[in-house]
Structures are given as structure tokens and as C-alpha cells.
């Protein structure tokens, strides 16, 4: 891990230097190994995906794994939008004359070297591979044992394509090794590794919480929510609390928590329940919405079990509030209005993604802003908070810090800024 975090390092230095043209290149070769390549790729992820089954993986660790042409489609478009990107790097902003006659601004410039832990992604392999590309740094990737088969033939794509144009090999590496050990040495490399991108699941964020030496860019939960207004449109709302909760279920921007206002219409709660029961989406309610559910004739039944508790429909308790399922099952609460709702945001979100069903201008911009999260909406699902949709090219990750990076993470993300000053022989009196 030493001897990769040395070759990072100096590849690094080359990366900081190498025209967009270069980059751009190096990113349009490793989209056409992609597409020429599907065939093969899919049978190292047929391999990697038969284990995962025989070891008991869910079906949401499996839909994570998997490379179908969607996905593949998805990782090549991913890799022309980011090279259609303006280059960062050297962009110059914000420069002003100062009384003594210089000019101070700042320069964008790269991170250097990005160390990026993932489990069971293999599409994370080649959205770091370009955002770290095109924004002048070297990477050192580390996936998860379940999808080494496909990460390694990932990784000796991009290893021809950087070759082919004259890029460092080294500016992507990706560890081929399932030891646990190599991650230990990756996140305490503070000689080497100058940030952290983990993307997984809480147990590793938590281990690296913990254990790391170098400075990270992480999310713990996704805990998003959806707030219906009492000025919602039922259509929106029905639309939009769908695809919130049920378009996948084991991402971290899928809706967790749905609120309803207790004067928004009665039929939007009704007409979602029906939904939700119809995709065996399990319901974790309030009493209030119990109590309406009964009077619509929502009733808990074991028979339509939706989860393995065997109950499609039962009382929330305190820590269904605070749980990020990944799964089939919403908690549902009613509350008394708009500050009810940011009030519930604030104590049991994760700053991750929260939104607004709402027909009405100012309790919209009063949640934009009084909601302390990372994206926040207004009437749109919370699927969107993600670096494809929001034009990133691709994300390398979703931050809910507040300092240096915030959201889906882009090229900005992976550089930050240094002072310039211009002069002409100007000296301090």
C-alpha cells in the first residue's frame, strides 16, 4: 500500500500539469473500452454477482453490483459528460487590485492524491476513475471484495487508456487485494493520501470515523425526507412520494421518511397507502395516520406481510424516525404544518436530502432555507440528489459536511483553492 501511495503521489504531480485535451482523451478511450468490452465485463460481474448470491446477499447488495447494459450505458455516458466539462484546474477567479498595486485572487487547483473506499459498486470505479481524472488528481481505488472481479477488469481498461494517451498509469490504481489490512494502511497514509472519499454502508463509514488519519468526505445515513404540504397538489404528491420511495430502494437519496401535512388532502395519504401496499412497501405510522388508514380501511394484516417483522402496517416506534431501512418499509408520521415538518427534518434527518410537496411560493423558500441538509427540494423526488442528474458527469461521492465540499461531489470538489498575487515589483511599505 506504501509502495502505491508512492506512485500516486508522483503521478499526481504529472496529473496537476496535463492539458484538458489529455484528460479529455484519456476519458473518451476508457468510454469506448467500456462499450467494446461489455461482453467481458459482464461475465466478471456474472462471477462476482454468482458469489454474492451464494453467500446470501439481499437483493438491494445485489442490485448495487450488478453491471447491466443500464448500468454499463449509464458509466460511458457518465464518462463523456464529465470530459464535456469545463477543466477546473487553473481557473482563476475573484481577482481585484489592491491599494498597493498587486492583485490577489485564487486559483483552482487539484487535491492530489484521493483515496475512494466502496463496497459492491463497481460503476464507483469508473465514476471516481474520470472525476479524479479529468480535475488533475490520482486516485487510489479500494472496492469491495464482492465485486474484485469486476473492478480489476475495470481497472485494466483504464490502465490501457492512460497508457495510450501518455497519461501516468499510476494515476489510477486500483487495489487488488481483498485484505482488510490494505484498508488500514490506505486511511492512516497521511504522507500519501491527501483525502478520503468512503462510499458504503454505515459500518464502514463508522470504522473510518474512527480510524482514520487522513481527512475525509462522507456521508453516515441517507435519512431523507418528503413533506407533503397542506397546499400540495395530490397529483404531485403521488408522483413524486412513489418514485421517492419505491423507483430503488438501496440508495442513500431514496425517501425513508414521508410527512404529510394534517391539512393536506385526506386522499393523497389513501391513494399512497394503496400504492405502497400494491409494491409491498411496509408502513411504520404515527397513530394519527393509523387512525386514518382505519377509517379508509387500511387495517394491519399479517397476511400482507411486506417485511420480515410480518406486518405491512403497524405503529412506528422512536427509532423507525432515525433508521435508513434500504429497503421496502416507510415510516410515515402526520404533523401539524410546515414547522412541525422542518422541526421533524432537523431532529431525525441525516443533512442528506430532503424535499417539499408544495403549490405555495413562500412556505417553499421558507423550507429551501430552514431545512439543514445537503439538497433540498421542492417538488421533485429526492432520487435527483445525485451527481448525474444535477450535471456533475458522474459524483464521487455525497458529502453532508459543511466544510470544503457539500452534496454530490464534482470535479469542484476534488480541487480547492489557493491564493495568486500579480505584481510588478511592488514591495510592502
Not at 454468482?50 to 446477499?57: D, E, I, L, N, Q
Not at 423558500?365 to 442528474?389: C, Q
Amino acid at each position: 500500500m506504501h509502495a502505491m501511495g508512492r506512485r500516486a503521489r508522483l503521478a499526481s504531480r504529472d496529473m496537476a500539469r496535463a492539458p484538458a485535451a489529455l484528460k479529455n482523451a484519456a476519458l473518451e478511450r476508457i468510454a469506448q473500452a467500456i462499450d467494446a468490452q461489455r461482453e467481458g465485463l459482464v461475465a466478471c460481474n456474472a462471477r462476482d454477482l454468482a458469489r454474492a448470491r451464494a453467500a446470501g446477499m439481499d437483493a438491494a447488495f445485489i442490485d448495487r453490483l450488478t453491471l447491466s447494459d443500464k448500468a454499463l450505458d449509464t458509466m460511458v455516458d457518465g464518462l463523456r459528460q464529465v470530459a464535456a466539462l469545463a477543466d477546473p484546474v487553473g481557473e482563476i477567479s475573484e481577482l481585484k487590485f489592491r491599494p498597493s498595486g498587486i492583485q490577489v485572487g485564487r486559483m483552482r487547483v487539484p487535491l492530489g492524491v484521493i483515496g475512494i473506499i466502496y463496497e459492491s459498486r463497481p460503476n464507483v470505479t469508473i465514476d471516481a476513475a474520470a472525476l479524479c481524472l479529468k480535475s488533475g488528481n490520482a486516485a487510489i481505488l479500494r472496492g469491495g471484495s464482492d465485486a474484485i472481479e469486476s473492478n480489476t477488469a475495470l481497472a485494466a481498461i483504464i490502465a490501457e487508456a492512460l497508457a495510450q494517451t501518455g497519461l501516468p498509469r499510476d494515476a489510477v490504481q486500483v487495489v487488488d487485494t481483498t485484505d482488510r489490512r490494505a484498508v488500514g494502511a490506505l486511511i492512516t497514509m497521511t504522507e500519501y493520501v491527501d483525502v478520503l472519499v468512503p462510499r458504503g454502508g454505515k459500518r464502514l463509514i463508522e470504522r473510518l470515523m474512527g480510524e482514520a488519519r487522513v481527512p475525509m468526505i462522507k456521508h453516515l445515513d441517507g435519512i431523507c425526507h418528503v413533506y407533503v404540504d397542506g397546499r400540495a397538489s395530490p397529483d404531485k404528491a403521488l408522483r413524486v412520494c412513489d418514485n421517492a420511495k419505491t423507483h430503488r430502494y438501496g440508495t442513500c437519496n431514496t425517501m425513508e421518511t414521508l410527512l404529510i401535512d394534517q391539512a393536506a388532502d385526506p386522499a393523497i395519504l389513501t391513494r399512497l397507502a394503496q400504492v405502497y401496499r400494491d409494491k409491498g412497501v411496509a408502513l411504520r405510522a404515527c397513530p394519527a395516520t393509523l387512525a386514518r388508514l382505519a377509517e379508509a380501511g387500511f387495517l394491519p394484516d399479517a397476511a400482507d406481510a411486506a417485511d420480515a417483522s410480518g406486518a405491512w402496517l403497524r405503529e412506528a416506534v422512536e427509532a423507525d424516525w432515525r433508521t435508513e431501512y434500504l429497503a421496502p418499509v416507510l415510516a410515515v408520521r402526520i404533523v401539524d404544518g410546515l414547522d412541525a415538518a422542518i422541526a421533524h427534518i432537523n431532529e431525525y434527518g441525516s443533512a442528506h436530502t430532503d424535499a417539499i410537496i408544495t403549490e405555495d411560493h413562500d412556505r417553499a423558500m421558507r423550507f429551501l432555507r430552514e431545512v439543514d441538509s445537503a439538497s433540498v427540494m421542492v417538488n421533485a423526488s429526492t432520487r435527483f440528489a445525485d451527481g448525474f442528474e444535477f450535471g456533475l458527469g458522474a459524483e464521487i461521492g455525497i458529502s453532508n459536511d459543511k466544510l470544503h465540499a457539500r452534496g454530490p461531489v464534482g470535479l469542484e470538489g476534488l480541487t480547492s483553492l489557493k491564493y495568486i498575487v500579480l505584481g510588478h515589483g511592488e514591495v510592502r511599505a
